[in-house]
């Protein structure tokens, strides 16, 4: 798993300021925004809360209205001499005191019933089974035996409130009134009593199909997106008309059972999944409650034109900020680049350089810091590397005078015609090679040559190691001739040979093969040197590559291990960590050895790696 914090540390640090700043811009518009369209519902919801909270003080007035116009009927009713003489008495038949009610003075109140349709079913009850008058608007029929009602739950609480009006949900499980109900409705019922001396003289029910009152009072407040309940004193629906949300087992709506007789307000509920905006009242004066739901999507719907408008102004001013975070990113960076630069140039030698600084911040403070260290360091190489390099540079050219290449060529080629007259062709081939051999050694005093001439100085030293073993050495030589224009580190082949030689060859009875191979592999030079000498133990190996400190000096016979450190010393330096030097040696098997340089091509007489 990639470490993204990691990732982030590694980047420039323009990239890091432009994600940084980025990101905060990101996280700002996406704050205003999610805070501007939260803002703007709540607005919205306050306001239809309000006005839902309006509707339904209108549907309590209504039900209110409903309530008070029924039972102020039935109190007439009730005490209409007409009907007080028939319960009274509890003579007649129903069809008698039908016949008296609608000729007598009580007319004009009958007739008000009939037009005014409040309820749809009305019975009255003496003290016989039969009703003393029923009559039914909505086609129900079958009045109930009053045996049967005094047996119900409900004549009992009717009983209880003595001579108040009891609502109730009339339900099949309840219904003890009409045997064939035609519609759903809310039922009412009430003792009535002698107005002489109070006593309970009959009993009158009230029935109001639900219909009749959504038509009459809940007419244009109800659709399938706004739901209206009217709750009964303990909580139970009397009542539902549009969207159907109200279900006991919502624990949102558990409030309904412990509400108390003041309360109304709104609150966001989910139903069926829908989160509602569910407005309710207190409870009336007959124990009802309302609840109005309409569905939170809908009122926030002309938020999402708001909404998309805002993602897209918010995009938009992430995508025109890039090339502005760009700009102001690389004005910010620059005077670190051209730092970085400098340095650059200074690594390579360039110990004159410095910064040019237009600002006194903590970057133009860096670069003065910067110019005053170069030039430090400056004064320390005249002062020391230098004179250590010129002193070198007289003992090298004293040794030199007192060697005089010219000088042992001559010599080595007036040897070579001496051998030639003598007739000893063998002394004049060594004599040959090894002049030879020198010239490439010496290769006018570069650090690099070419793959062919390191090649052709192997051949020269190993075929003169072989005049020198005779039948002991055999040797191949296996360099592609494709990698010969490639420039290497000179004599960095040379003496991992001699330490095949020194260390396997001589030390091996019989004597050995010794074999070098070079080829092209991708972007890099391959050698490897091979023997089947007695190889070496890891801690031989170990010393051989060791680094010697820079005070050592090499006094031994033995030069072979002190090469080949040298080597390694000498391709660290010029490659960095651009090689690889491998052994692979183990006793009785011979000893391997791999170098790896980079491929660079013969087109500079020093290259630089």
Same mark, same amino acid.
């Given at each position: 798993m990639i470490n993204i914090g990691k990732l982030y540390l590694n980047l +420039? @640090?323009?990239?890091?300021? *432009?994600?940084?700043?980025?990101?905060?811009?990101?996280?700002l518009c996406l704050t205003l925004g999610y805070y501007s369209y939260q803002t703007s519902s709540k607005e919205i919801i306050n306001k239809v809360s309000t006005t839902n909270l309006g509707i339904i003080k209108e549907v309590d007035n209504n039900i209110v209205m409903l309530q008070k116009n029924i039972a102020d009927w039935v109190t007439v009713f009730s005490l209409a001499s007409e009907v007080q003489?028939?319960?009274?008495?509890?003579?007649?038949? +129903?069809?008698?005191?039908?016949?008296?009610?609608? #000729?007598?003075? #009580?007319?004009?109140?009958?007739?008000?019933?009939?037009l005014t349709r409040n309820f749809d079913y009305l019975a009255l009850y003496g003290k016989g089974p039969a009703p003393l008058f029923q009559v039914s608007t909505d086609d129900s029929s079958g009045a109930n035996q009053f045996i049967h009602i005094q047996e119900s739950p409900i004549y009992r609480k009717t009983e209880e409130l003595n001579g108040a009006s009891y609502w109730f949900p009339l339900t099949d499980d309840n219904n003890v009134f009409i045997q064939n109900n035609r519609n759903e409705k809310i039922g009412m019922s009430r003792i009535v009593r002698?107005? +002489?001396?109070? +006593?309970? @003289?009959? *009993?009158? !029910?009230?029935?109001?199909?639900?219909?009749?009152?959504?038509?009459? %009072?809940?007419?244009?407040?109800?659709?399938?997106?706004?739901?209206?309940?009217?709750?009964?004193?303990?909580?139970?629906?009397?009542?539902?008309?549009?969207?159907? !949300? !109200?279900? #006991?087992?919502?624990?949102?709506?558990? *409030?309904?059972?412990?509400?108390q007789q003041s309360e109304s307000g709104s609150m966001i509920i989910n139903s069926n999944g829908e989160k509602l905006l569910l407005s309710y009242s207190g409870i009336n004066e007959n124990g009802w409650s309302i609840?109005?739901?309409?569905?939170?999507?809908?009122?926030?719907?002309?938020? =999402? #034109?708001?909404?998309? *408008?805002?993602?897209?102004?918010?995009l938009a001013c992430l995508l025109l900020s890039i090339p502005f975070m760009f700009i102001l990113t690389s004005i910010l960076t620059a005077p670190l680049r051209q730092l970085l630069l400098s340095?650059?140039? !200074?690594?390579?030698?360039?110990?004159?350089?410095?910064?040019?600084?237009? %600002?006194?911040?903590?970057?133009?403070?860096?670069?003065?810091?910067?110019?005053?260290?170069?030039?430090?360091?400056?004064?320390?190489? &005249? =002062?020391a590397y230098v004179l250590q390099l010129k002193e070198k540079e007289a003992e090298l050219k004293a040794l030199q005078s007192q060697i005089n290449p010219h000088f042992l060529y001559n010599m080595l080629d007036t040897i070579f015609w001496e051998a030639e007259a003598a007739g000893q062709s063998r002394i004049s081939e060594m004599i040959v090679n090894l002049s030879r051999l020198f010239r490439l050694s010496l290769n006018r005093g570069k650090s690099f040559t070419n793959v062919k001439k390191e090649k052709e100085l192997i051949e020269l030293y190993l075929s003169l190691q072989q005049m020198r073993f005779k039948d002991l050495l055999e040797y191949r030589v296996d360099?592609?001739?494709e990698i010969e224009p490639y420039v290497i580190l000179k004599l960095i082949l040379q003496p991992f040979i001699e330490n095949a030689l020194i260390h396997g060859i001589e030390r091996k009875r019989g004597g050995g093969i010794v074999s070098v191979s070079g080829s092209l592999q991708g972007d890099t030079l391959r050698f490897v040197i091979e023997d089947n000498g007695p190889g070496m133990d890891a801690a031989t190996i170990q010393r051989i590559l060791?680094?010697?400190? &820079?005070? =050592?000096? %090499?006094?031994?016979?033995?030069?072979?291990?002190?090469?080949?450190?040298?080597?390694n010393a000498r391709l660290r330096h010029y490659y960095k960590e651009g090689y690889q030097l491998n052994y692979e040696s183990e006793l009785g098997q011979g000893t391997r050895v791999e170098i790896i340089v980079p491929a660079i091509p013969d087109t500079q007489e020093e290259p630089r790696v």
């Open positions: +420039s @640090i323009k990239y890091k300021i *432009f994600i940084l700043f980025y990101l905060l811009i990101v996280v003489s028939q319960l009274q008495s509890n003579l007649g038949t +129903s069809n008698e005191l039908e016949t008296t009610l609608y #000729s007598g003075s #009580s007319a004009s109140m009958m007739n008000q019933m009939l002698n107005v +002489s001396d109070g +006593s309970t @003289i009959g *009993f009158i !029910f009230v029935g109001i199909n639900q219909n009749t009152i959504r038509n009459l %009072y809940l007419k244009n407040l109800h659709d399938q997106d706004h739901g209206i309940v009217i709750l009964d004193q303990t909580g139970y629906p009397l009542l539902k008309a549009g969207k159907d !949300f !109200f279900s #006991s087992n919502n624990p949102d709506l558990s *409030f309904t059972a412990t509400r609840l109005y739901a309409v569905p939170l999507a809908s009122l926030t719907h002309e938020l =999402d #034109s708001i909404k998309v *408008f805002v993602i897209v102004l918010i340095m650059k140039r !200074f690594q390579n030698g360039h110990f004159d350089e410095r910064v040019d600084i237009k %600002y006194r911040d903590e970057i133009g403070e860096l670069s003065r810091g910067y110019n005053s260290m170069v030039a430090n360091i400056k004064a320390l190489i &005249d =002062d360099i592609a001739d060791a680094e010697p400190a &820079d005070s =050592d000096v %090499y006094t031994g016979q033995e030069t072979s291990g002190y090469a080949i450190q040298n080597v």
